[in-house]
Every structure is written in structure tokens, then in C-alpha cells.
């Protein structure tokens, strides 16, 4: 049973086109110039219900756009999807009683209220049975582990505080998919990972689709079984995150402060990318070595004063998928 | 640093603010319409009073035009005001008030010039516009030598102005919401202070507190002094928008120390 | 568990009793849940709640002082008094504040396509536009309602017809902003941010509101009736309060319908345009 499907989906924005300078803006404001834009380029793309879906690219590819079309929120100027069955656009309200959304930039939380009056409000908004609704809350509760911030208000949480309530507070009313738009953005590594965790478990024990947007690869690695890659509105790579790791993410970036000086030295399986005096950026190819041979390698000749371990950008990915395919795109 | 160099330290500060103003141009001009609908009104108000009376030539020493073009003044210079408690409000919430303290600016002055800054080209603009409006609609007003001093008197009057703000603005250092105190200032200022009608409208009683009040010398003063000019009576106007500016702005300044020890001692 | 059998958990059932009967019952409770949340955010700031209600208190009498003033002077503005401007004022005031605090999002709606915060409301089940405005309230339009109400109370004729007669009035004015208010602000939807423009019209029906209908001769009565609907709410004290003026009143109700059908058009027109944006937005 497919629970999202995606046809040849795209959206064109009219852009005003500024000309520079007060003549310019005069002008503009006379006779403007308009540009469509188009910010989805004709993507196609299904998903099953139950599965984890990631959906990745830079800043500005269209994620957010798409996760807007396939919740309702924008109509699209071409193409079709349905997510359960139901067309987002012409059957927002219907299809909205049946999915949950978290928007990392748009907070659903009452800024003034604790969350606990914002829950009960949803409860209203989504019709759901007093019983049930209270059962619900106070699972949701236990496992996110919200009962100190309850009865806070949301403008004295912390970001990650935040982000664990927003989600509590979209999954209330048991959705069979869930949209999330950069549920990681602004957080730190640890709070990442403990909402990792919990969207994970919430797909294993409950079967929610989950569909997320991130331009961290972090976030796909370690939670998605798919992942579905666009640049520039069009699809770039969409198989299992499995493969896309082998395949893509085989590099880790260390970046390394010596107490002394790095000239001539060498780590089997990691080529230096840039060296600089005690500063030393290491490109490891986990095929060939683990980060622990590598950096073990380095701390036999060398003291280290300062290290950290980062996945490649998404645009470095992107850059290594072009390259295998040229501008095909490679579908399963 | 020198007198001259402290004087252009102001000069930059007051041409930044012009600069920032000019960028918002285009949504001035809308907000100007303002101006144009309350003096549209105002012209059926008082064509319907001194119709009421009689068709009467003169109300309470008025003419018909004098009213008018003392509106259009009072109008044009109220809606050149910035708001100050915003900005201060604003300052001292989100903690700004602590930066701007430690810079070699003293905080009033840089406040006062960035005010009558803003103040200066909105009222370029409103009198523009004014002045179209009141040559449109009521006609050229009778010219007198009032209208020189005109200048002299309304930068007066903003002093007063910011003065009166400032002592209200001030008071965010202890209540958390000013714009509240600010809004019904403004109020008194447009009844008692003479901006809906000269004082000499109002029943004796009321006239004669509110010539003892520091509200008549904003609007009241620079109004009555271009539309209906009385040379031997210029000296006293001034004098009295002269005395309020230093009795007021003593009071700034001793507020503000206060504030600024409540600020050490308690933090931000 | 496989993928399957998840999937089978998940549409096992739902706790949504959206689809049976008593629909309106639950539309009203989440109405009521929103305006009683509004208030509750707006009592964690107490004392600037009070504050805040009592300055518009106090500058809606400081007008009531000016007229006062004026017709201490000169009694009668064309068929107007005193008691007239009163009405006048607590009508305005009273629909204007209504507005503002069961609706307090009207007047902010250009700023909310604008800036994208559209979304949240277009991802849950509400109707959009009531959903859009009942989520804010303006405490200080608080000090409006008991302002309409104390007027009202103080030198209103407080019979049973003058009482219903009261309360149409508001409800007619109320409506009346609400609507106008929803129509300029939905310029944005085609327009990018227009919300000085659609501000400025706000202010000039307020403002408009606050005046005599009789001091306006030929082209600004027209505008007062056909362009911007002020005349429908300020000639209420005459044409409905002091006698009720037949065809005026019938003329008021149908500008209200109207009102009301067009601005949730057009509302629901723009959506189909709506371009969410991406700012960092909080719900306040």
C-alpha cells in the first residue's frame, strides 16, 4: 500500500524582478518585471505506508515546498500526488484529521501558554474523544519525556525543549504519516539525537509514514531507510540510505590541532585536505579505515589538543552523485 | 576630543537616521494619507460649525481659514513625532540600554538628535503635503510674519515634546509597559494641549489651567504663533516653550540617573 | 513487526470523532477553548493586562471630553448632540473592540500571508479563516468593550427595546470591521506585504467611524457609504438608536451580509494563490 504518490509534482514561483537603485525600485513599482521560478522541477516519487523517507538537499532545493504541496498548504502548477488516497490541495481539511506536520521554523506552540493548553487545544481542533485523548496526551507525555515542561510556558523552553512538545503535540491525534520540515535545524548534536530516537521508535511501534526534510545527512543516516535527494526542484538520487552510504557518504571530515607542527605525515586510507601548521583536515574513506584506525594512526607520532568528526555537507554528496550520473537521475 | 569633533559625532549620527528614513519613503507616503483623511474631516467639522453659528466670520477671535491652517500645523507636526517610548521601551527590554550606556554618547543627546532628526524630515514631508492639502481645500492662508517664526517655534515645540517623552519613556527602568503611558500622553495632548481646537474653544476654567500646563507649548504655541501673530506677544511664547524645555529637561536628566542606578545595581 | 504489519497498526483506528454527528457542538467548544486560551495568555502578563485595557478606557473618554468641549460651545452640529456622539463612540468603540478581541488577528492577517505563518493554520483541520482569527486577542480592545458597555450604561436608554436595539447596533459594527478588515488585508495574497496600505484603509474606516455622518455634504457621504462602509456604523445612532430608520437599517444589515460573503471569498480566493514564506516565526 503506497501511502504517498508523486507525479511530475511542480511549482513555479512569479518572482518581481528588482531593478537596482531608487529609479529601479520607482520603475518596478510602476511596471513590474516578473520571472516564474520554478522551485519544483516535475518530481516523482512514492512511498509506502510505514516506511521512513528522507527527503535531502541544500538550502533552497524545495524541500520545503514539496512537504508544503503534499500537506495542502501550496497548490502546486503542475503535476499530481496523493497521500492516503486523498489529494493534498483539493482535500486539505479531510486529509488533515489523518496526518501530522511539525514545521521547524513555525512554531504551533502557544508562545505564552504552557504546552499543556496548546495539547488541549489541539484536542479541539482534531475533534478527538475525551478518553482517548487524555490516554493519549499522557503517553505521549511519558515517553517524550515532557512532564517537567508541562506546565511552562513555551516562551521559557529551551529550542530542543520546544521541538520535543511540537512533535508530541502533532502526533496527538495518531497520524498515519508525518510530515516533518527540518526537525533538527538549530539544535545541538545531543538533542538530535534524542529526537532521532524518538521519531524512530515512534515509526517501529506505531507504523506512522514518516517523511523528513534536513539538510543534515546526520539525520538520514541514522533514522530512514529511504532517502530521496533533490537539487534545483529536481530528483537527484532515490534509493535506500543503505546504498547512498556506501555508495556517497564514505568520507568523514576530522579536523585535528596538533600541539606541534604536522609536516610530513602521512594516515593510510585518509587523504589531507588542507594543512596549516598544528591544523590538519583529514579526508577518511571509512571503505578503506574506521575513524578509530585513523585517528589512532595520527595520536602514535602526534599529541592532539582538539578534534572533531563531521559528515560531509550535503552539497559535497550532491556534487559526488552529479558526478556519477551527470545530470541522469537515478531512480529504483 | 574637541568641540568640533563631538559636534560631528551628532552630525553623523542625525545624517544615518535621515538616510534610514528616506529608504522607507514610499511607505511614508502612504502613512501620510492619514494626514489627508483627518484634515478632510476636519474641514466638514468646522465648515458645519461656523455654519451652525450663523455662517458667523469669526469663532473666539478665529476665522474659518485661520481654524483650518491652525489645524493643518498642529496635524503636521503631531504626526512628525516618533514614537520614543517604543524605542526606549524596546531598549531597555531586550537589554540595548546596556550597550548604548557604555559608548561615549551621552544617552539623551543621542536620543534627542536622532528624534528630531526623523522628526525634521517627517515634517518636511507632512508639511509638503500639508500645504498642498490647505492651498486645495481652504485656500491660501493670510500671510504674516508669523509663519518666519514658524520654524523657530515648531522645533521649540519638539523639544517640549521629546522632553515629556522622555520623562515617560524613562519610566520603562521601572514599569514594564510605557506605551500605555505614551498613548494617553498623546491623548491629553490632542484635547488639553490643543491639537482638535485653540485653546481659547475651551470654557475658562479649563483655558486657564491649561496655560499653566507644558502641553500648550508642542502644538498650541507654534500653531497660534503662525496663524494668528501677535508680534508683542512673540517674546512671552518662546519664553514659555524656553522655561519648559529647562524645567522638563532638569527632570530628564535626574530621572534618568535614578534609572541608570536602578540599572547597576539591579542589572538589566 | 514488518512493514506491512505497521502499517496495519497504524490505520487500526483513529481517535478522531471528526466524522460523527455533533459537529457544530465541537466547532463552538474549540471556538470557546481558543478565546479562553487567548485570555489565559494574556493574564500571565496581569498587571499590563489591566494597564493596557484602562489606557484605551481612558483615551475613548478623553474623546467623550473633547465633544463635551465642543458642544459646551455649540450645542447642536447639525441635528447632532452630545448624547448622539456618545452612542456614537460606544458603538464604534464596542464594534471595533469586539473585533479586536474575539477576532484580534483581522488586522493582522497581511502580515501573517506575508510572512508565511499561514501554514500551521492550513495544516490542521479548522476552517481557515476563523481559525486565523479567533487565535489572537487584543487585550487593550478589552478596554473598548467595558468602554461601549459604560457609555452604554451610564446615558444609553435602557429599556428592553433600547437594550436590543444597542445590541444589534454593535453586532452590525462588528461585523461590519471584521469583514472590511479581512478584505484590505487579504491585498496581500496579490500584492506582496501590504500591510501599511491595508492599515491605513483599517484606520481610515476607524476613524471615519468617529465622526457625525451629518457634518459630510455630497462626495464624502458617498465615499462614507460606498467606499468605505464607515456611514453603515455612524449613522447607527440616528438611523437606528433615536429612531429606526427603515430603509437605513435594512441597508446596514444587507452591507453586513455582504461584507461577510465577500471577504470569506476573497479569503479563500487568495489561499489558492498563497505563497508560503520561510521566516523564523513564532506564535505569539
Known amino acids: 500500500m503506497s501511502s504517498i504518490r508523486v507525479e511530475q509534482l511542480g511549482k513555479a514561483f512569479r518572482m518581481k524582478k528588482k531593478q537596482e537603485g531608487l529609479a529601479g525600485s520607482v520603475k518596478s513599482l510602476l511596471k513590474p518585471l516578473y520571472e516564474d521560478k520554478a522551485a519544483v522541477d516535475g518530481i516523482t516519487f512514492s512511498a509506502r505506508q510505514g516506511e521512513t523517507v528522507a527527503f535531502l538537499g541544500p538550502n533552497g532545493a524545495g524541500k520545503s515546498t514539496t512537504i508544503k504541496m503534499l500537506t495542502g498548504i501550496l497548490h502546486p502548477t503542475s503535476g499530481f500526488a496523493e497521500v492516503l488516497g486523498c489529494c493534498p490541495w483539493t482535500e486539505r481539511t479531510k486529509l488533515s484529521y489523518r496526518i501530522g506536520s511539525v514545521f521547524g521554523q513555525k512554531s504551533q506552540l502557544w508562545y505564552h501558554l504552557p504546552p499543556i493548553d496548546t495539547f488541549e487545544l489541539m484536542s479541539r481542533i482534531y475533534e478527538l474523544r475525551r478518553g482517548d485523548y487524555l490516554q493519549r496526551r499522557d503517553e505521549l507525555i511519558k515517553r517524550f519525556e515532557l512532564e517537567p515542561y508541562m506546565h511552562t510556558p513555551v516562551r521559557k523552553l529551551s529550542l530542543g525543549e520546544r521541538m520535543r512538545c511540537e512533535i508530541a503535540a502533532s502526533l496527538l491525534h495518531r497520524p498515519q504519516v508525518l510530515f516533518l520540515d527540518e526537525p533538527t535545524i538549530g539544535l545541538d548534536v545531543i538533542v538530535k539525537q534524542r529526537i532521532r530516537q524518538l521519531i524512530r521508535e515512534l515509526n517501529e511501534q506505531e507504523g506512522t509514514t514518516v517523511f523528513l526534510t534536513s539538510h543534515d545527512a546526520g539525520d538520514i543516516e541514522q533514522l530512514c531507510e529511504r532517502a530521496i535527494v533533490i537539487n534545483y526542484g529536481r530528483l537527484v538520487f532515490n534509493d535506500r540510505v543503505e546504498w547512498m552510504k556506501q555508495r556517497y557518504m564514505t568520507h568523514k571530515t576530522i579536523r585535528l590541532v596538533l600541539a606541534d607542527d604536522s609536516g610530513g605525515m602521512d594516515v593510510p586510507g585518509a587523504t589531507i585536505v588542507e594543512r596549516s601548521g598544528a591544523r590538519l583536515v583529514l579526508s577518511v574513506d571509512t571503505s578503506l579505515t574506521t575513524i578509530e584506525a585513523a585517528l589512532t594512526d595520527v595520536m602514535s607520532s602526534r599529541r592532539i589538543l582538539d578534534v572533531t568528526v563531521e559528515d560531509p555537507p550535503m552539497e559535497e554528496i550532491i556534487t559526488r552523485m552529479y558526478g556519477d550520473f551527470g545530470e541522469e537521475v537515478r531512480t529504483s | ?268 | 513487526m514488518s512493514t506491512e504489519d505497521r502499517a496495519n497498526s497504524a490505520s487500526a483506528y483513529s481517535i478522531s470523532e471528526h466524522d460523527q454527528p455533533g459537529r457544530l457542538r465541537r466547532q463552538l467548544v474549540f471556538v470557546l477553548r481558543s478565546w479562553t486560551l487567548n485570555l489565559a495568555g494574556a493574564m500571565e502578563f496581569r498587571l499590563s493586562f489591566l494597564l493596557t485595557a484602562g489606557m484605551m478606557l481612558l483615551n475613548n473618554v478623553v474623546w467623550i471630553v473633547f465633544w463635551g468641549l465642543y458642544f459646551g460651545r455649540f450645542q447642536v452640529l447639525n441635528g447632532w448632540e452630545l448624547h448622539d456622539v456618545m452612542m456614537l463612540w460606544a458603538i464604534s468603540a464596542g464594534g471595533f473592540g469586539l473585533m479586536a478581541t474575539f477576532f484580534g488577528n483581522a488586522s493582522r492577517i497581511a502580515n501573517i500571508i506575508a510572512t508565511g505563518q499561514l501554514d500551521v493554520y492550513l495544516a490542521q483541520p479548522k476552517p481557515v479563516l476563523l481559525h486565523v482569527l479567533i487565535s489572537r486577542m487584543s487585550v487593550s480592545a478589552i478596554g473598548d468593550v467595558l468602554f461601549a458597555l459604560l457609555v452604554f450604561a451610564l446615558f444609553g436608554d435602557k429599556s428592553a427595546a433600547g437594550i436590543a436595539k444597542f445590541g444589534l447596533a454593535l453586532a452590525i459594527a462588528a461585523v461590519i470591521f471584521i469583514f472590511f478588515t479581512v478584505i484590505v488585508n487579504c491585498l496581500a495574497f496579490w500584492i506582496g506585504n501590504t500591510e501599511g496600505l491595508s492599515f491605513q484603509l483599517f484606520n481610515a474606516l476607524v476613524t471615519f467611524t468617529t465622526y457625525p455622518t451629518a457634518i459630510f455634504k455630497s462626495w464624502g457621504k458617498l465615499v462614507l457609504f460606498a467606499v468605505i462602509p464607515a456611514g453603515f456604523i455612524s449613522y447607527l445612532p440616528i438611523g437606528l438608536l433615536r429612531e429606526i430608520d427603515l430603509p437605513f437599517l435594512i441597508g446596514a444589515l444587507a452591507v453586513s451580509v455582504l461584507l461577510a460573503a465577500g471577504g470569506t471569498l476573497l479569503f479563500y480566493r487568495g489561499l489558492k494563490r498563497y505563497a508560503s514564506g520561510n521566516m523564523m516565526t513564532l506564535r505569539r
Open chain 2, 1 to 268: 576630543m574637541t568641540v568640533f569633533g563631538k559636534m560631528a559625532k551628532y552630525a553623523f549620527i542625525g545624517k544615518i537616521t535621515l538616510r534610514n528614513q528616506l529608504a522607507y519613503m514610499i511607505d511614508f507616503v502612504v502613512r501620510s494619507l492619514f494626514l489627508l483623511l483627518i484634515l478632510y474631516i476636519f474641514l466638514q467639522l468646522w465648515q458645519a460649525t461656523f455654519h451652525g453659528e450663523g455662517d458667523a466670520a469669526r469663532i473666539a477671535g478665529y476665522s474659518f481659514k485661520q481654524i483650518m491652517w491652525y489645524l493643518v500645523i498642529t496635524e503636521t507636526i503631531t504626526l512628525a513625532c516618533p514614537s520614543l517610548c517604543t524605542r526606549i521601551e524596546e531598549e531597555v527590554k531586550n537589554g540595548d540600554v546596556g550597550y548604548r550606556l557604555v559608548r561615549p554618547i551621552h544617552y539623551i543627546a543621542f536620543h534627542y538628535v536622532e528624534y528630531m532628526s526623523e522628526a525634521a524630515i517627517r515634517l518636511g514631508v507632512n508639511a509638503a503635503l500639508g500645504v498642498a492639502i490647505g492651498l486645495l481645500m481652504i485656500g491660501p492662508p493670510e500671510l504674516s510674519a508669523g509663519f518666519l517664526w514658524l520654524p523657530v517655534a515648531a522645533a521649540f515645540g519638539l523639544t517640549v515634546n521629546f522632553m515629556l517623552n522622555m520623562t515617560l519613556a524613562l519610566c520603562a527602568f521601572w514599569v514594564e509597559e510605557t506605551r500605555g503611558i505614551e498613548f494617553v500622553y498623546n491623548k491629553f495632548l490632542f484635547t488639553i494641549g490643543g491639537m482638535l481646537m485653540p485653546l481659547e474653544l475651551f470654557p475658562d476654567a479649563l483655558q486657564a489651567v491649561s496655560h499653566w500646563l507644558p502641553l500648550q507649548a508642542v502644538l498650541y504655541i507654534p500653531a497660534k504663533t503662525a496663524v494668528a501673530f501677535d508680534a508683542g506677544r512673540l517674546a512671552g511664547m518662546l519664553a514659555v516653550q524656553a522655561l519648559w524645555i529647562v524645567v522638563i529637561g532638569v527632570a530628564v536628566a535626574w530621572i534618568y540617573r535614578r534609572g541608570v542606578k536602578k540599572l547597576n545595581v539591579n542589572g538589566g
